[in-house]
């Protein structure tokens, strides 16, 4: 494989985020994390009703603004400018856990740092480096129905980041119910079952997966 071959396989940031976007269904109430996920606001079905809801407050965030509409007060829980819409609605970050932890949200779709194939998430914190805080990552695996994460398949160096077992400090065990990569996309049914290949990016082959991926899972 060429590095122009790279370059046209698999799914770029906005692909993965639609990607997930199909996971939504009509009447949802949905928890985008940062990074990747955040662009799923922008890739939700036509005609589909889905609310979505961010730890700092706010219920019925609408898509990236553009540049002559962005307000600065206007921000979703990784601080990127966002757009309200005629049914938003603001409250407390107390309510807005509240909401996560009472189990009201039902669907979390997150970025991923690491994914054991027993369902464990890392995504918070790397020993030594710099970090913002916890935010309500661990809130969200623990209260929401189902966990989308959204991570590309491999590190910057290369390393896989669908492995055995998690390196990183844990955001949660065993909460894992889909993962989206730019390569492919794992599921599994419930948080007893394996993870299952049900899905390959354009141009992607299942040796591929195979070679950079170290977790246990079914074709």
């Known amino acids: 494989m060429t590095a122009h071959d790279h370059l046209t396989n698999g799914w770029d940031r906005n692909q993965m985020a639609a990607r997930a976007a199909r996971e939504l269904r009509d009447g949802y109430y949905v928890n985008l994390g940062i990074g990747i996920p955040t662009l799923v ?34 921000i979703n829980a990784g601080k990127q400018t966002i757009s309200q819409l005629p049914q938003t609605s603001y409250f407390s970050s107390a309510d807005s856990f509240a909401m996560i932890r009472g189990g009201h949200i039902d669907l979390a779709v997150l970025g991923g740092m690491e994914v054991s194939e027993k369902g464990d998430l890392a995504n918070w914190m790397v020993p030594g480096k710099m970090i913002k805080g916890m935010g309500g990552a661990m809130d969200l695996v623990a209260g929401v129905k189902r966990i989308i994460v959204v991570m590309e398949h491999v590190s910057k160096n290369g390393d896989p980041k669908f492995i055995p077992e998690c390196t990183l400090p844990l955001t949660g065990k065993n909460v894992v119910d889909m993962i989206i990569t730019d390569l492919a996309v794992f599921e599994r049914p419930d948080h007893n079952s394996p993870f299952k290949l049900v899905e390959m990016a354009p141009g992607v082959s299942a040796e591929e997966v195979r070679s950079k991926t170290s977790a246990q899972y079914v074709e």
């Open 41 to 74: 606001a922008n890739n939700v079905p036509a005609g589909m009703t889905v609310t979505l809801q961010s730890e700092n407050g706010m219920l019925g965030i609408g898509p990236f603004p553009y540049a002559d509409e962005v307000d600065p007060d206007l």
